[in-house]
């Protein structure tokens, strides 16, 4: 599976951005997908994760009410909605498909990964 990021730029705080993720490969609207960022100088943190229908989601608590992740599985292409960015939310995002399993939250779990794309939040 391969993995393709698009969306990111620069938004002034209380903007909206909206992260594509497109996969190919002949199996790859049958995996769970996540979202990650990770920002200068610190690790890589969970973001959002969706299950391989789009039937279960899952947000990290900084995220919660604000990002919301979807799938379009005709397209292959995995999405995130940003919407009140906040300057803290300015970091590196990448999507990653997971064929290994739970835990779902730790990068580990997860075996494809695509490039990031660069969101930055200006206050």
């Known amino acids: 599976v391969q993995l393709q990021a698009s969306g990111g730029g620069l938004v002034q705080a209380g903007g909206s951005l909206r992260l594509s993720c497109a996969a190919s490969g002949r199996t790859a609207s049958g995996y769970p997908m996540g979202w990650f960022r990770q920002a200068p100088g610190k690790e890589r943190e969970f973001v959002a994760y969706i299950t391989w229908n789009g039937g279960s989601t899952e947000y990290a608590d900084s995220v919660k009410g604000r990002f919301t992740i979807s799938r379009d599985n005709a397209k292959n292409t995995v999405y995130l909605q940003m919407n009140n960015l906040k300057p803290e939310d300015t970091a590196a995002y990448y999507c990653?498909?997971?064929?290994?399993?739970?835990?779902?939250?730790?990068?580990?779990?997860?075996?494809?990964w695509g490039q990031g794309t660069l969101v930055t939040v200006s206050s």
């Open positions: 990653a498909a997971t064929g290994l399993g739970l835990p779902i939250r730790v990068v580990t779990s997860y075996n494809y």
